[in-house]
């Protein structure tokens, strides 16, 4: 199992999953010449995320709605990761 040690500091206003994918894209791929774009469904996030080696996501500003917060965090869940909000 490949390490999982990324924390991940969202300070973006997060209203919608798109919102939430476009901030873990921007974070992610910071430092790249060439960052790929970002997801637009679950599936994709769950990709950039194992990419990432992400551990935690520490999001200051979460205003999803409580269907895709549990979707979200049903995925995270899976790959073990641990969202604070």
Same mark, same amino acid.
């Given at each position: 199992? @490949?390490?999982?040690? =990324?924390?991940?500091?969202?300070?973006?206003? $997060? !209203?919608?999953?798109?919102?939430?994918?476009?901030?873990?894209?921007a974070i992610s791929y910071r430092d790249c010449v060439n960052p790929? @774009?970002?997801?637009? =469904?679950?599936?994709?996030?769950?990709?950039? $995320? !194992?990419?990432?080696?992400?551990?935690?996501?520490?999001?200051?500003d979460w205003g999803l709605d409580d269907a895709d917060t549990s979707?979200?965090?049903?995925?995270?869940?899976?790959?073990?990761?641990?969202?604070? !909000?």
């Amino acid at each position: 199992m @490949p390490l999982r040690d =990324n924390p991940i500091l969202i300070n973006h206003r $997060l !209203r919608c999953r798109q919102d939430f994918f476009d901030a873990l894209t921007a974070i992610s791929y910071r430092d790249c010449v060439n960052p790929r @774009p970002a997801p637009t =469904n679950l599936d994709g996030m769950a990709d950039l $995320l !194992r990419e990432a080696r992400a551990g935690k996501i520490i999001a200051s500003d979460w205003g999803l709605d409580d269907a895709d917060t549990s979707r979200i965090n049903g995925i995270l869940d899976d790959l073990g990761i641990t969202l604070c !909000r």
